[in-house]
């Protein structure tokens, strides 16, 4: 016997029970992000190799280790895109959208690749709702977007929400900052682990992320980002948080906050849910000032996030687990038929579909009692039972109550 194909390691697939919560995250980004002006945008599931490898770091972890890169039958090196924000920043750029009033507010949603380890809430293909707001640096955009996805995240009902908000200054501060940083972790070297070690050049920044023991205690006193601000971003960062308070939106100072990106500038974010264990990161983002130069712009300030519609849908699939099981509300027709009215069903159903009115009837050539039973597993209101004198009788699935129908009118009869 051949050997039964799998879906690929860190794939899964959405089997139709799992799609409604899945359709309601998506529904409510979208009508919240629509709502506050963002255009949707479709860019390519792949993109030259070299627009992620500039424009999200060549020393991070995703173009180093996740990358799915491949060469074309024309030798070209592509790569099935990792995030969204340098596929939206290259269009914004290959489109001239630096012409259109600023800021241009984008969002998109689709599938994603990273090659990682997979376990419960990390695959390598996941799926992601990504909100951009490109050419303006003022606080206000910042406060916006974030507070459109604790909207959603809300709106959702997701539970155990927390917001952790942070800021990575300028480059140039930064990168005295990364020094500085570096030399610390030279003067504790002995004491770090040996990935810790091995990256102090590359990501020093890192190092506030390790698990490990000694590095933990080093990092415990390591001076912070936080702390050596410019005034001109402190003030900034200042003012996204006083816009934060005003609209409700509840934080935690995090002054250690990484992102695995290398974009991003000023502020960055991360939404945190508490129950989904290790792999707890159900959104982030922040701004990037100088991606689209380093794309090959002009200067242009940009601002972004986005959320793993997998791992909220985790999440929300957890608490109804752990709550009461709503029974699905009943919906639609089914039509119950003997052998010499087949015909009439697939015609009546057609037409009720047509009407609007959601139908559906026998396909597997069961005997009457199997199609009422069929009518109930599949959830419908109604069964409308064809007689083979013409008739009809419409029985409510929930009361049992019946009555005689004329079948050309029932439709109307429903809608009634
Ligand atoms: P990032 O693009 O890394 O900032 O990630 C944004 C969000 O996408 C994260 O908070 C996760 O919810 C989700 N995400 C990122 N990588 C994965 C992955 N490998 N599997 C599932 N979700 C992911």
Not at 40 to 58: C, N, Q
Not at 208 to 233: S, Y
Not at 256 to 262: A, C, Q, S
Not at 326 to 333: L, M
């Amino acid at each position: 016997m051949p050997e039964r194909f799998k879906a690929p390691r860190g794939t899964f697939d959405v089997l139709p029970e799992q799609e409604p919560v899945r359709l309601r995250i998506h529904s409510a980004s979208r009508r919240a992000l629509e709502a506050a002006g963002y255009g949707r945008i479709e860019t390519p599931v792949f993109e030259d190799t070299d627009l992620f490898a500039r424009g999200v770091g060549e020393s991070t972890d995703i173009v180093q280790k996740q990358m799915f890169t491949f060469t074309d039958q024309g030798g070209r090196s592509l790569t099935l895109r990792p995030e969204a924000t340098a596929s939206i920043c290259r269009a914004y750029l290959e489109h001239g959208m630096q012409k259109r009033a600023q800021p241009v507010k984008l969002w998109t949603d689709g599938p994603f690749f990273r090659h990682e380890r997979p376990q419960a809430g990390r695959y390598r293909q996941f799926t992601q709702i990504d909100a951009e707001a490109i050419g303006s640096d003022s606080p206000l955009v910042d406060a916006e977007m974030i507070t459109l996805a604790s909207d959603i995240l809300t709106e959702l009902g997701v539970p155990g929400v927390r917001l952790l908000l942070g800021s990575l200054g300028t480059p140039a501060t930064r990168s005295a900052y990364l020094d500085e940083l570096r030399d610390y972790l030279r003067s504790h070297e002995a004491e770090l682990s040996e990935e810790v070690r091995d990256r102090i050049d590359a990501n020093p920044l890192r190092a506030f992320d390790a698990d490990h023991e000694g590095t933990r205690k080093v990092m415990a006193d390591a001076p912070r980002l936080f702390d050596r601000l410019d005034p001109e971003d402190g003030a900034h960062f200042e003012q996204v948080r006083e816009h934060l308070d005003r609209n409700g939106v509840a934080y935690e100072l995090d002054p250690t906050l990484v992102r695995g990106l290398d974009y991003y500038t000023r502020t960055v974010f991360e939404f945190d849910c508490e129950r989904l264990g290790a792999q707890s990161g159900i959104g982030g983002g922040g701004r990037y000032d100088g991606l689209i130069e380093q794309l090959g712009g002009q200067p242009t300030p940009g601002c972004g996030w986005a959320l793993g519609v997998d791992r909220v849908a985790l999440a929300l699939d957890q608490q109804r687990e752990e709550g009461e099981r709503a029974e699905p509300a009943r919906d639609g027709v089914f039509v119950v038929a003997g052998d010499d009215q087949r015909a009439n069903a697939l015609a009546l159903v057609t037409e009720l579909r047509r009407g609007g009115v959601p139908a559906d009837l026998d396909l597997a050539g069961r005997g009457t009692k199997g199609q009422m039973k069929q009518a109930d597993r599949v959830g419908a209101q109604f069964a409308l039972i064809l007689s083979d004198d013409g008739g009809a009788t419409l029985r409510d699935m929930t009361s049992g109550e019946e009555r005689e129908v004329d079948p050309s009118r029932v439709a109307e009869e429903i809608r009634s």
